[in-house]
């Protein structure tokens, strides 16, 4: 079984300041994927990066990368130039490619103060 | 496209009562998904479909039963509530292949009393 651990459960970061949020897993697949869904107080769950794990490179998306380390079994998420509207809970995710089934963290709580 | 939908957004039950929460995806996918959410506990996986007619366990499967008469459609019972079952429920749907991106619907806050 897969298993998915965010070990910050809140962070706090200034606004225009750069964050990172960490996130491991377990498994013994070697495919598979890996999300980082944000969840505003609207409640709805957003995509916001995704990285193939037969993919060395790192995926960006705008203000949003990822730091990668498949050996460590480690996949970190980095907000640059933090805005007000990044405060949302923040869920990193696994899904195997064999299969649809989508493991999350626990979640960390994001606050950008102004 | 509407995306995924879900009816009702807020429920209120007293314990016992039954009711069935609706999920509807426009976007001709695959692969459904039930989820509840928890303080502190991230989202768990409830049931899953892979198709018409097809349903699987997932993770907390517990007194809760599914149905998927329909592609666009999956529904999610709960037959005779329980306090524990207080939680949000969020609606998935993903096509097969890919990256196995899964698309959210809008939550539905349950309280049972």
């Known amino acids: 079984a897969q298993t998915v651990t965010q070990s910050q459960p809140e962070m706090s970061v200034q606004e225009a300041e750069t964050v990172t949020l960490s996130c491991t897993y377990d498994t013994s697949e070697s495919n598979y994927y890996l999300f980082w869904y944000k969840q505003p107080p609207s409640r709805q769950m957003i995509l916001v990066i995704r990285q193939e794990a037969y993919k060395q490179q790192n995926a960006t998306e705008n203000r949003f990368s990822v730091n990668f380390q498949k050996a460590a079994k480690s996949f970190s998420l980095k907000i640059s130039d933090s805005q007000l509207g990044d405060t949302a809970m923040y869920f990193c995710a696994f899904s195997l490619t064999s299969g649809s089934r989508l493991t999350f963290g626990e979640g960390t709580q994001l606050t950008v103060n102004p | 496209n509407a995306g995924v939908t879900q009816t009702p957004k807020f429920r209120v039950l007293k314990t016992g009562q039954s009711m069935t929460l609706l999920c509807a995806q426009d976007m001709n996918h695959e692969y459904m998904y039930w989820y509840r959410q928890d303080p502190g506990m991230g989202l768990r996986l409830i049931h899953y479909?892979?198709?018409?007619?097809?349903?699987a366990k997932g993770e907390v499967p517990d007194g809760y039963n599914v149905s998927r008469l329909k592609k666009q459609n999956f529904l999610l019972g709960l037959e005779s509530a329980a306090p524990s079952q207080t939680s949000v429920y969020f609606c998935?749907?993903?096509?097969?292949?890919?990256?196995?991106?899964?698309?959210f619907g809008p939550g539905t806050r349950l309280t049972v009393t």
């Open positions: 998935a749907s993903s096509y097969y292949g890919g990256t196995y991106e899964q698309y």
């Open positions: 479909s892979v198709g018409e007619g097809t349903t």
